[in-house]
């Protein structure tokens, strides 16, 4: 009986000791945070406890991403680049419809000037000349005038308007503006000169004559040989005291063509020649002249 309580106060004492290990090993654990019911969050703090590097922190963090614009932004960016492109383009649009020429827009820059006519008039002319900043007896409206194939001097025609400044792209007062010079170059090149030259007799005469009277004839070779002939002075000199009242198209072609191949001392002029009678009286004048 005796033996029997010893052996099982034993049991009893060899038990309470293996759950005396038992719980050191728990408590041991528990400290070191290895124990299974401890969290994945808890698992995760520790290790950040026990990194104390940049690196460690770098493993355990990740990588920061660059923030996507939420949807409204996007949206509104888009919108921003479209409406930039599209002023863009509307603007080079506008740009590009004004250069190109409009005959609707020649048609309503005529009627500025015409009223309600089809021909722009004396008054109108007066007002279009000083709009485009040159003087009615200005060559340049003469070469205008050529390029538009007017037929009378101090008018211009729908017709021959619309005609005109189509061939020279001109819709506006400022693109003729532009055009102006163009216009006086064209009396640089020879054959142009003589072509406007010619044109000149017809423009300026009266259309039920066929001659030009003496007065229109010295103004109008004074703008298109004034300024290139240093006899010009002389021989319109020679024409005021001259008994002739016109002149007509063979003298005045004539007048041009003397101008450019007879030398200013006249010495190689003939007078056996095929010139009018006209030039042979200004030769014989212009050295008597030169002798007394």
């Known amino acids: ?9 034993f049991q009893l004492n060899s038990h309470l000791s293996t759950l005396a290990n038992i719980h050191k ?18 698992h995760q703090t520790g290790s950040l406890r026990s990194c104390s590097s940049s690196d460690c922190f770098s493993k355990v963090m990740p990588p920061r991403k660059k923030r996507r614009p939420a949807s409204g932004d996007d949206l509104s960016a888009k ?3 479209h409406d930039s492109m599209y002023r863009k383009y509307d603007s080079t649009r506008i740009k590009t419809e004004e250069e190109a020429f409009s005959s609707k827009r020649c048609l309503e820059w005529f009627y500025e000037y015409a009223g309600t006519d089809d021909v722009v008039g004396p008054e109108g002319m ?15 409206m003469l070469v205008l005038a050529w390029k538009l194939d007017a037929q009378n001097m101090g008018y211009f025609t729908l017709q021959e308007w619309l005609k005109g400044m189509t061939s020279l792209q001109c819709d506006t007062t400022e693109k003729l503006r532009n055009t102006l010079d163009y216009l006086r170059s064209l009396l640089n090149d020879s054959t142009n000169f003589k072509l406007i030259y ?9 259309k039920d004559q066929r001659s ?3 007065n229109t004839a010295k103004c109008m070779l004074g703008l298109l040989l004034g300024k290139i002939w240093p006899l010009f002075p002389v021989f319109h000199q020679f024409l005021e005291q001259s ?14 063509e003397f101008s450019r191949t007879i030398n200013l001392d006249l010495s190689n002029y003939d007078e056996d020649g095929a010139w009018p009678v006209l030039l ?6 212009y050295k008597d002249k030169q002798m007394s």
């Open 280 to 285: 042979d009286e200004f030769v014989e004048w």
């Open 79 to 81: 919108k921003s680049r």
């Open 25 to 42: 090993i728990y408590h041991t654990l528990n400290k070191l945070n290895l124990t299974e019911d401890v969290g994945q969050d808890d």
């Open 126 to 140: 007066e007002k279009f000349c000083e709009d485009i900043g040159v003087e009615p007896e200005n060559v340049v």
């Open 212 to 214: 030009l009277d003496i």
């Open 198 to 206: 010619r044109y000149a007799f017809d423009f300026a005469r009266e």
């Open 243 to 256: 008994k002739y009242k016109v002149i007509n198209k063979d003298q005045w072609c004539n007048v041009l």
């Open 1 to 9: 009986m005796h033996s029997d309580a010893a052996a099982v106060n």
